[in-house]
Structure formats: structure tokens, C-alpha cells
């Protein structure tokens, strides 16, 4: 793959979540780095378009929601607020920093899930998701702890141990129980969309092109994806949030919020 000069650039950021302000870490990992970024390409007067905007969707908002007593809608609001002028407050220069509640999201999202699901691109399968009785809805992976089936810290969560790092599934947890309602959860069959991994040279070339350019451990894991592909990925796995969508099936829980 040969080096190429690019007429614009878009830099984007990892978005924050909506359910608390930023810290210096969040600064100095994520935004004062890319921040830099853009500076130097704006000072070659070349054309970029640096974009961000606060996570109104994640489970972490409705969590913080539950433990104050208040509707998501209040906690995204007032945390969007807080987070957006802190950024400016430091001056992290974003060209856009939005929401992804905005109407603009909102159909950029549901066009997104729609024409794929339209041309067939999904993979709907039926798996097992656990599910709270008492409190009758089906669980995202954070609202369930456990054991850790690894270091057997007691309280880690359904996707991963904050004590030992090791990714998790819900299923794999000892003694699962609902932060919701503190009820052990049962699983039940529920169906879901995928994407369906890719393997092809237009994929695996630019893979190639840059893990040429990266440091070691990134480029070891950039050469495993160029090798094997990427894994089949779930589009919609957190109930209850996410956009309306016409999909045969799909009304109930709605697509992802794609960034």
C-alpha cells in the first residue's frame, strides 16, 4: 500500500460517558493527545475536522441515574453540560462536540442499522442473555456480578474483573447476581444482530500498510486481525437503549448507537 496524501482529516475522540465529569486521566490519555493532533495539522494549513460528543447511552448513565434517584434524561443533561465545559474550560479545541441523543445521531444511527439490515449484512441469531424476574427486564453485562472465575475477586462485573483486567463473559461468572435488583438472574433466549467478520485483501491490505507503522504490541495485534479477520460483533447488546427501528423483530430493543 502506497503512502498517500489526504485532501481533509477527521480526528475523533472516545466519547465520554454522560454519568460523571472528566478527570485529568481522561485528559491525558485521550484528549490533550489528540488535541496535539489537530494543532500541528492546523498549523500546516492542512483541512481537519475534529469531532466528539458525550455517550448518552451507555450502561454507565443508567446506573448513575438508579443510584440518584432520577430519570436518565436528567443525568445526561446536567453531566453533557459539566463535560462540555470542562473541555472548553481546558481548551481542547473540537471543531464539533455533540451528544448522541442529537436528531442528527439519531438518524445518522438508524440509517446506518437500516441499510444494513436491508441488504442482508446482519447475522440474527438467538442466544441466551440473562434476565432479572423481579425486576422483569433482561440484563446488559454491567448490571451483573459475580466471582471472578479467574482471581475470584467477588465483585467483578459481567464483562470484565477490574481486579485482575481478564475480559469476561456474563456466563462465566460464579454466584451471578443483578445489581438491579439483587435477585440471582436466569437466562433466557433472546435474539440478536450481528455483523459477520471480514476477511478480504481490501480489509487485510491496509492491516498490512499500517502495523508496519505502530509500535510493537499494537502491531502485533494489528497483524492478528490482518491474519485471522475480526470477530463477528454484536450490534444491539445493551436493552433497552439505543433508537427506534422498523426492522421486522428488532422494534423492542432498538439499534445501536452508532458513532
Known amino acids: 500500500m502506497n503512502n498517500k496524501t489526504f485532501n481533509r482529516t477527521l480526528v475523533t475522540a472516545a466519547l465520554p460517558y454522560a454519568n460523571g465529569g472528566v478527570h485529568i486521566g481522561h485528559l491525558a490519555g485521550v484528549y490533550v493527545p489528540s488535541d496535539i493532533y489537530v494543532r500541528y495539522l492546523r498549523l500546516r494549513k492542512q483541512e481537519v475536522l475534529f469531532v466528539c460528543g458525550s455517550d448518552e447511552h451507555g450502561v454507565p448513565v443508567t446506573i448513575r441515574a ?17 463535560i462540555k465545559q470542562s473541555f472548553e474550560d481546558f481548551g481542547i479545541s473540537f471543531d ?42 433482561f440484563l446488559a453485562d454491567r448490571y451483573i456480578t459475580g466471582e471472578c472465575p ?11 474483573c477490574e481486579k485482575c483486567g481478564k475480559d469476561l463473559s ?3 461468572l460464579i454466584n451471578p447476581e443483578s445489581k438491579v435488583s439483587g435477585s ?12 459477520p ?19 510493537s504490541q499494537r502491531e502485533r495485534t494489528v497483524q492478528e486481525l490482518a491474519r485471522h479477520g475480526l470477530a463477528t460483533s454484536c450490534c444491539e447488546p445493551r436493552p433497552r437503549l439505543g433508537y427506534p427501528c422498523s426492522c421486522g423483530g428488532c422494534r423492542r430493543k432498538g439499534a445501536l448507537c452508532v458513532v
Open 184 to 195: 440471582k438472574p436466569v437466562l433466557r433466549k433472546t435474539k440478536h444482530w450481528y455483523l
Open 150 to 160: 479467574h482471581c475470584h475477586n467477588p465483585h467483578a462485573y459481567g464483562d470484565q
Open 197 to 215: 467478520p471480514r476477511q478480504t485483501p481490501r480489509v487485510a491490505r491496509p492491516l498490512d500498510w499500517w502495523s508496519q507503522r505502530v509500535a
Open 66 to 82: 438508579r443510584k440518584e434517584g432520577c430519570t436518565v434524561q436528567e443525568v445526561v443533561d446536567r453531566y453533557h453540560q459539566l
Open 96 to 137: 464539533v462536540y455533540s451528544r448522541t441523543t442529537s436528531d442528527t445521531h439519531k438518524k445518522v444511527a438508524s440509517d446506518f442499522f437500516r441499510k444494513l439490515y436491508d441488504k442482508g449484512e446482519f447475522l440474527e441469531r438467538e442466544s441466551e442473555q440473562y434476565y432479572d424476574e423481579e425486576a422483569k427486564t
Open 170 to 172: 456474563p456466563t462465566e
